[in-house]
């Protein structure tokens, strides 16, 4: 498995931690997909990691204050923009938008364009719980290898990308709700992969696997579209 590598040959991978998320679960879920993993509170922390992850529970607002306070916000962008790899989780997705409905109009990070609206449905809100989903060509890297499985949500508010082309997986809540998106170096899934068994275990070791592709100046293997995906 990935995470018998040799520490040498674990990719150093930042946690951002602005005091909202799940951080050791989800630091935990890459350690054993393969990550050499630290939290990071500062953009000290940040600078040198191979890849970023930027998790996230709580409010829109609340975050993306404290991002902009600690002035990682800023970092996170920069370290995007310069092409180091990037997995969004959750509210962590949903910060890379340009605006937030949720409790006002707030603004995001800008990397990706279209917005966060609450959800659009005759079911209950929020919306917990396993669905599946259903894969486009933005995702392929994500999915590769990934078994038939539903993953865990836990929302009330999703991305609204105005380019069909970022949306990498959908899922089915009562109409279709983006559940992934993907563009260059940027991976982001509004379900949480550290909750979502051997599922999300295997798409967070595709993400190692393409930071450490990237790191070794190789062609990201997971980039290749896996037969089946659907």
């Known amino acids: 498995m990935t ?22 679960s989800v630091a935990k879920a890459l350690e054993r997909a393969g990550g050499n993993v630290r939290l990071a509170a500062s953009s000290a922390g940040l600078a040198g990691a191979e890849a970023v992850v930027l998790p996230g529970v709580g409010a829109f607002r609340d975050a993306a204050s404290r991002l902009e306070a ?24 949903q910060l890379l938008f340009a605006r937030s409905a949720e409790g006002g109009d707030w603004r995001g990070l800008g990397v990706l364009p279209g917005t ?27 999915a590769r290898g990934l078994p038939a499985a539903a993953v865990y949500f836990v929302h009330s508010y999703a ?29 982001a899934v509004q379900f949480h992969p550290e ?25 990201d293997p997971s980039a290749v579209p896996p037969r089946g995906v659907h």
């Open 3 to 24: 995470a018998s590598r040799p520490r040498r040959d674990r990719p150093a991978i930042a946690v951002v931690d602005y005091g909202m998320g799940n951080l050791a």
């Open 195 to 219: 909750k979502s068994s051997t599922t999300g275990l295997a798409l967070l070791a595709n993400f190692v696997a393409a930071v450490r592709a990237t790191r070794d100046g190789r062609r």
């Open 70 to 93: 600690t002035g990682l916000g800023d970092v996170v962008v920069e370290r995007i923009g310069a092409g180091v790899p990037f997995l969004g989780v959750c509210l962590g997705m």
């Open 159 to 187: 991305c609204r990308p105005t380019d069909p082309a970022l949306v990498a997986a959908t899922t089915d809540y009562g109409g279709p709700v983006v559940a992934a998106v993907a563009r260059d170096n940027v991976w």
């Open 116 to 142: 966060v609206e609450r959800l659009t449905t005759d079911l209950k809100v929020p919306h917990i719980g396993w669905n599946a989903l259903t894969w486009e060509a933005a995702g392929a890297g994500m």
